[in-house]
């Protein structure tokens, strides 16, 4: 089974999505800490402002974490429709996309608390509007190629939105 977490920034889907894989033993891969490990400049530049990597490059990196991989939860990827259009052409299809929705103040709130050079207000705020902008488009097209999506509301502590999460993923996967 895939399970894909998307949401905006500091919506919770990786905290949520990395504590569901050591539940379930599950790899969780995540294309953002992947790239935050790197020690490349050109990557570490990169990732000091809002701008998303290429979608070729990115979607090569996600499926070459996926060789042999049965069950799996994927962190905050897609991000752009065209990077949903190779997942499913490399045959990556998720059973369910589970989207954490938490509002933009609170996500300031959050991030500030986080204290990652990248996550200056500015920052935030247009990768916000990216999300936004982007996650219909990138939900329909994946649910036109066979996944489930449900919504999570994302504000809470760590424990309920974690618990909130499990329980909406269990009633989608049984439905």
Known sequence: MILVFMGGPGSGKSTVGKRLAEDLKWPWISLGEILRQSKEPWV???????QLFDD????????SQLSGVKDVIIDAFPRTLKQAELMV?????????????????????????????????AVIE?????????KTEIL????GNGAKAIAVNGVGTQDEVYR???????EAITK
């Not at 570490?44 to 809002?50: N, P, S």
Request: aromatic share 6%; net charge negative.
């Open 126 to 134: 247009e990768r916000y509007a990216m999300y936004e902008q982007s």
């Open 89 to 121: 052409e490399r045959n990556i299809k998720p059973d369910l996309v589970v989207e954490m929705v938490v509002p933009l103040e609170e996500v300031k709130q959050r991030l500030a608390l986080r204290g990652r050079e990248q996550d200056s207000e």
């Open 140 to 143: 329909a097209y994946l649910v």
């Open 164 to 170: 909130r999460a499990v329980l909406n993923i269990k």
């Open 56 to 63: 070729e490059m990115s979607t090569n990196l996600l499926y």
């Open 44 to 50: 570490i530049e990169r990732l000091k402002t809002a």
